[in-house]
């Protein structure tokens, strides 16, 4: 190679390095004009100062309880289920080398939400029991996706089949708690079924919190090896990276994120299967999109929430939200998937 | 017009499949069963003599007879939509020559529950009988959706591009229905029902509405059987044997549309009967349709009422919805047969 070359490739991935950062600063930009807009905005809109002071611990009538009780907890279960959403989604999604293998739609969502509804409604159980188990519920179910697939040569569209098939039946295990638990609690339902910040409180928080801030760095840690992952089992292990090890941390990591955000907020639509794909778009090819993803996630989550609460005379859950932004998207994947002949 | 001859059949079809009595027998058999169980089971259990007693004197005026006869009108119907539900998954994986073909899976019963539940948040629709034809417009409309998308690109409409295309179909209804529930809260009892499929609601006055549709389907179904079989050889040794294929398709994946559309109209989208319906005969009876097509519709039938009497037992003293029975029955059919198929087939 010549110096005028290495010169190019120098300047290029120099390039390429500003851009990642200025999507990097304009997704965390928008995500904190998201967080304000939620603590402002309600059925009494306050100012900024306002707001800045009750969050400094100033108590003043009224914006104090709405901000600190109501919309704080409100926004801090959507900005970190976001990220968690965001993170974990992409790196099934890259790890599978398929934007469908989302964990909502190979049935991992569902086995955390199904555990978290039994410890909640069913039984009632302490918030660190529900925590512990969603998370024991997810990492079973991949197990179960793992065996199922195994059998015979792998494939990631038996996978996803089979992931569609174990989670038709966690749904309407889910459903029939809700039934025999909830049977007239519409709100409660809603949340299992499509995910809510309605009701968030404080202290079911801390769970999650500790998930986002132990597992996304340990997720972007790898991403390197993630990014070598990508490009197959072989070519992975000849560079000399142990794909087992990388595989079943990474894993962890995620169903960890997924299943205490889950837990939270329940399983919001599409937020998972939409961040890595947008994120992937952004920020091109070649840099991490794991820290991307979760900023995308968030910005989903907050931007759909406001949504929800302002855009119609009804309030709707984030989900439905989600549900209907996403469901378009993931139509028009398809279409190109299949025109590209993924499958 | 070149009339199909009837020698042209390949001689093995000429018999009949080995286990064929068996299979009757015992189909038979369970469907007297699960009109019993359908009768005498559910929040209220009712003994052998009370049951014979309401059936022997219809006209006695007490609580068991008056139960009974809301069970017998809701058994009666959720035989039906069983058979329709049945017969149609059966007709659409011989049309798409896919094993994994669903009403469900295809997200047909989901589009014809959003057609139904814009009729009624929309057009103030508050009567069954225009339920049906929004239903079978949302059908259509899903169905051809769905298999559109399936069908780019490369080797045509293979079951994993049908598979995902019906899932993200469903999924992106299933959000806009629930949209449209919400705001409603007043009526979403009526609403909850086109979430998940429930035969609860069955009366002879639906039932009555959805025959037609039932008869028309089911005879579409074994009338183009035979044809069925030939289509199964491939598209150009069908039209060798002198079956036009693209009549044939149409006629039969429109009958396959009608049957769920109708069946969604009354009963809210139900999931897995056809699959499992349809598996379970050709496990038994091999590839033959001209059996497996009217035996789908007795499995369907015992599946659904089975499930229905499940759900009833289950949920007490309230009931669970037979469509969350199904699903939850009807999902590792789904599991089975993608952990069993070829990578290649996918």
């Given at each position: 190679m010549t110096p005028s070359t290495i010169a190019i490739l120098v300047e290029g991935r120099r390039r390429r390095r500003r851009q990642w950062m200025i999507v990097i600063w304009s997704l965390a930009a928008l995500a904190c004009a998201l967080c304000f807009a939620m603590l402002c905005l309600g059925t009494t809109i306050y100012p900024v100062k306002d707001v800045l002071r009750a969050l400094a611990g100033e108590q003043l009538k009224g914006v104090s309880f709405a901000v600190q009780t109501l919309r704080l907890p409100r926004m801090l279960a959507g900005l970190f289920a976001g990220f968690a959403f965001g993170i974990a989604g992409n790196t099934f999604q890259t790890m599978l080398r398929?934007?469908?293998?989302s964990p909502n739609m190979i049935g991992i969502t569902a086995g955390s939400s199904a555990a978290a509804v039994y410890c909640i409604?069913?039984?009632?159980?302490?918030e660190f029991v529900v925590s512990v188990t969603s998370i024991i519920a997810g990492l079973l179910t991949v197990m179960l996706l793992y065996f199922l697939s195994r059998r015979g040569s792998f494939s990631v569209g038996r996978l996803i089949l089979i992931g569609i098939g174990i989670e038709a039946m966690l749904s309407a295990a889910i459903t029939y708690m809700l039934k025999i638990g909830?049977?007239?609690d519409i709100p409660t339902a809603f949340r299992w079924l499509s995910g809510s910040?309605?009701?968030?409180?404080?202290?079911?928080l801390p769970p999650l919190v500790i998930a986002v801030a132990v597992f996304a760095p340990l997720v972007m840690l790898l991403s390197r090896h993630l990014s070598l992952l990508e490009l197959g089992e072989q070519a992975a292990s000849s560079l000399g990276l142990n794909a087992d090890r990388t595989r079943v941390a990474l894993i962890i990591g995620a169903v960890c994120m997924i299943a205490l955000a889950t837990a939270t907020?329940?399983?919001?639509?599409f937020v998972a299967f939409l961040a890595g794909p947008i994120a992937k778009r952004l920020v091109?090819?070649?840099?991490?999109?794991v820290l991307p993803a979760g900023l995308v996630g968030v910005n989903l989550v907050l931007a759909s929430d406001l949504i929800g609460q302002f855009a119609f005379e009804i309030r709707f859950p984030v989900g439905v939200i989600t549900g209907i932004l996403g469901a378009p998207y993931l139509i028009y994947l398809l279409i190109r998937m299949n025109r590209k002949g993924d499958f | 017009m070149i009339v199909p001859i009837?020698?042209?059949?390949?001689?093995?079809?000429a018999h009949a499949p080995r286990h064929l009595a068996l299979v009757l027998v015992a189909g038979i058999v369970l469907l007297g069963v699960c009109i019993v169980a359908s009768l005498a089971l559910g929040s209220k259990m009712l003994s052998w003599q009370q049951l014979m007693n309401a059936i022997v004197h219809p006209g006695t005026d007490d609580y068991a007879t008056a139960i009974i006869h809301k069970r017998i009108a809701r058994t009666v119907f959720s035989l039906c939509c069983g058979g329709a539900l049945g017969v149609s998954g059966a007709l659409m994986q011989a049309v798409t020559r896919n094993?994994?073909?669903d009403p469900s899976i295809l997200g047909v019963n989901t589009g014809a529950a959003l057609f139904v539940v814009c009729g009624i948040a929309f057009l103030h629709i508050g009567s069954p009988g225009p339920y049906i034809s929004l239903a079978l417009v949302g059908a259509a409309v899903t169905a051809v959706f769905v298999f559109g998308i399936g069908s780019?690109?490369?080797?045509?409409?293979?079951p994993i591009k049908l598979i995902l295309a019906g899932a993200a179909t469903s999924a992106a209804l299933s959000s806009l229905v629930s949209a449209i529930m919400i705001p409603r809260t007043d009526v979403i009892d009526q609403f909850r029902y086109w979430q998940v499929g429930s035969v609860?609601?069955?009366?002879w006055d639906t039932l009555v509405l959805f025959a037609p549709f039932l008869v028309l389907g089911v005879a579409a179904g074994f009338l183009t059987a035979p044809a069925l079989n030939a289509l199964a050889l491939g598209d150009e040794a069908a039209s060798g044997l002198g079956v036009r294929t693209g009549t044939l398709r149409a006629i039969a994946a429109l009958a396959g549309v009608v049957l769920c559309g109708a069946t969604t109209a009354v009963a809210g989208p139900i999931a897995f009967v056809g699959l499992l319906a349809t598996h379970l005969m050709r496990l038994f009876l091999g590839p033959d349709l001209r059996y497996v097509i009217p035996l789908a519709a007795l499995a369907g039938a015992i599946v659904l009422t089975l499930s229905d009497v499940c759900g009833r037992l289950i949920g007490s003293p309230g009931e669970l919805e037979v469509g969350v029975v199904t699903a939850f029955i009807g999902a590792p059919i789904l599991i089975i047969l993608a952990m069993r198929s070829k990578v290649r087939s996918l």
């Open positions: 398929n934007p469908l293998a409604i069913i039984v009632h159980t302490s909830a049977q007239y910040l309605n009701g968030s409180q404080m202290s079911e907020t329940g399983p919001i639509a091109g090819i070649g840099f991490s999109s | 009837p020698t042209t059949d390949p001689p093995q079809a094993p994994i073909a780019l690109g490369r080797g045509g409409p293979t609860g609601s069955g009366s």
